[in-house]
T-cell receptor, first 115, second 113 residues
Framework: AQSVAQPEDQVNVAEGNPLTVKCTYS??????LFWYVQYPNRGLQFLLK????DNLVKGSYGFEAEFNKSQTSFHLKKPSALVSDSALYFC?????????????WGAGTKLIIKP | DSGVTQTPKHLITATGQRVTLRCSPR?????VYWYQQSLDQGLQFLIQ???????AKGNILERFSAQQFPDLHSELNLSSLELGDSALYFC????????????FGSGTQLSVL
């Protein structure tokens, strides 16, 4: 069965420091991986995706994510955090072979950036 | 602004009642998805329509139904409401039938009292 795990409910980072939000997945075939961000009182916004190719994917707002097949991980990173990055972050996966084409979502990680 | 419009933003109703949530997708998008977000269950996929036809079904209760109209807007109908149905309901749209990049509306906050 397909699944996504975001092991941290909350991540606290000081402004200017690098940040990492973790995601691991389990699919039977090749994974399509995604990160979305949800700001307060807003819908989710697409940040980036990995389909194939380079393991390091760059996305919106200076975020990037690294696909690691051996560790079945897709961690979200940013070299220097901003207070405005504080939000709820969701990782999602789709199995390439899934004919339903639906995303399986993680529970979300609350990112708090302190000034 | 994602271009996806959901109405109403807030809805307060009583148990046993029926409500309708409305969604207008981004211009040109043919797929509409409905999601339920709650604190205890996270983000749950309910149903997807593509160009007027049901494309995929997730954890949607039998008391819930949806449809997509010829102008591509969609409605989610929730009936015989229970306290546990209180949640944030999101609509999302995408250009094609695969959910590789979704555009989400701001959601409808449903409170069942």
């Amino acid at each position: 069965a397909q699944s996504v795990a975001q092991p941290e409910d909350q991540v606290n980072v000081a402004e200017g420091n690098p940040l990492t939000v973790k995601c691991t997945y389990s699919v039977s075939g090749n994974p399509y991986l995604f990160w979305y961000v949800q700001y307060p009182n807003r819908g989710l916004q697409f940040l980036l995706k990995y389909i194939t190719g380079d393991n390091l994917v760059k996305g919106s707002y200076g975020f990037e994510a690294e696909f690691n097949k051996s560790q079945t991980s897709f961690h979200l990173k940013k070299p220097s955090a901003l207070v405005s990055d504080s939000a709820l972050y969701f990782c999602a996966v789709r199995d390439e072979s899934d004919s339903n084409y639906q995303l399986i979502w993680g529970a979300g990680t609350k990112l708090i950036i302190k000034p | 602004d994602s271009g996806v419009t959901q109405t109403p933003k807030h809805l307060i109703t009583a148990t046993g009642q029926r409500v309708t949530l409305r969604c207008s997708p981004r211009s040109g998008d043919l797929s509409v998805y409905w999601y339920q977000q709650s604190l205890d269950q996270g983000l749950q996929f309910l149903i997807q329509y593509y160009n007027g036809e049901e494309r995929a079904k997730g954890n949607i209760l039998e008391r819930f139904s949806a449809q997509q109209f010829p102008d591509l807007h969609s409605e989610l109908n929730l009936s015989s409401l229970e306290l546990g149905d209180s949640a944030l309901y999101f609509c999302a749209s995408s250009a094609g039938w695969s959910s590789e990049k979704l555009f989400f509306g701001s959601g409808t906050q449903l409170s069942v009292l």
